[in-house]
């Protein structure tokens, strides 16, 4: 059974920095692409960044371009999030996801090419 566990979240002033953490189990992660959204209350769920199976390979949303690395250690099953100069609209659960098939070729970025999610954990920033 795939388990995605996501952690680091919490609540940070503007300008502050979190690192968000997905553990992975059930699965040899270091074959597929994974990745990070978020969601507010009453929006959908909405691309975050995406890294492919290798980690040489990454994607980000305009929003978030520059402030957000996302990075991997296949040896861990884990992926991070790190999340710098934070905005009041990063405010979001976390949700990371693992790809539907291995070795993407293309980088993962509609949330129909995750087969797997975690439960989410909540960043909060305040102004």
């Known amino acids: 059974q795939v388990q995605l566990v996501e952690s680091g979240g919490g609540l940070v002033q503007a300008g502050g920095s979190l690192r968000l953490s997905c553990a992975g189990s059930g699965r040899t992660f270091g074959n597929y692409d994974m990745g990070w959204f978020r969601q507010t209350p009453g929006k959908e769920r909405e691309f975050v960044a995406t890294i492919s199976a290798s980690g040489y390979s990454t994607r980000y949303a305009d929003s978030v371009k520059g402030r957000v690395s996302i990075s991997r250690d296949n040896a861990k099953n884990t992926v991070y999030l790190q999340m710098n100069s934070l905005k009041p609209e990063d405010t979001a659960v976390y949700y990371c996801?693992?790809?539907?098939?291995?070795?993407?070729?293309?980088?993962?970025?509609?949330?129909?090419?995750?087969?797997?999610w975690g439960q989410g954990t909540q960043v909060t920033v305040s102004s």
């Open positions: 996801a693992v790809g539907r098939s291995p070795f993407s070729v293309a980088a993962l970025i509609r949330r129909d090419e995750y087969a797997y």
